[in-house]
């Protein structure tokens, strides 16, 4: 399975990547799995609704255009669907017993996701109601979708 994590901004906290990196090599026997970052675009805090819409358009295009047509893509949101982690690995493992071996997450920007990657998203996924860091929730992600691939080879580590 390839999987791409799909994000806005440079990752720069060390604590971050250290835990990134631990999850990408835990992951290795199971998937493929490629960050990707693109750049993101200045949000001063006085902007108005219209120029926020257009951070999130200019952000989204840059996400959509590394993922290809035939990717399953699960944008990440606050008031996406909530899953359990089982949930989240039957999900995976339907996928893979279809066929669909690309999947893509998208993480948003410090503003969120552009109403054109919710559009092209085949699902959402919520970590729960609060506000995660982006770069935050990129680890938390990872540690998800490991334990789903525990889960679904009966392997231990989740309880
Ligand atoms: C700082 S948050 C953006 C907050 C923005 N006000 C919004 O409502 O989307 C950055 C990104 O992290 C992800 N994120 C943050 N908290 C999340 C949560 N509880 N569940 C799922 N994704 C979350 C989303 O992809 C979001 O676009």
């Known amino acids: 399975m390839n999987i791409q994590i799909c994000t806005v901004g440079k990752l720069k906290e060390k604590?971050?990547?250290?835990?990134?990196?631990?999850?990408?090599?835990?992951?290795?026997?199971y998937a493929k799995i490629e960050i990707i970052e693109v750049s993101d675009e200045k949000a001063p805090e006085n902007l108005s609704q219209q120029e926020m819409e257009q951070v999130k358009e200019k952000e989204g295009e840059?996400?959509?255009?590394?993922?290809?047509?035939?990717?399953?893509?699960i944008a990440l949101a606050i008031n996406g669907k909530m899953k359990s982690s089982?949930?989240?690995a039957e999900d995976l493992d339907k996928l893979a017993t279809y066929?669909?071996?690309?999947?893509?997450?998208?993480?948003g920007g410090s503003l969120g996701l552009s109403q054109t990657v919710m559009?092209?998203?085949n699902d959402t996924l919520s970590f729960s109601k609060m506000t995660f860091p982006h770069q935050m929730m990129k680890l938390i992600l990872l540690e998800q979708i490991y334990r789903a691939f525990r889960i679904n080879r009966g392997e231990p580590y989740h309880k």
């Open 62 to 73: 840059r996400l959509l255009a590394k993922i290809s047509e035939d990717t399953h893509v």
């Open 99 to 107: 066929g669909k071996s690309k999947i893509a997450f998208i993480i």
């Open 86 to 88: 089982e949930q989240l």
């Open 119 to 121: 559009k092209r998203a």
């Open 15 to 29: 604590y971050l990547k250290m835990g990134i990196d631990e999850f990408q090599k835990r992951l290795s026997p």
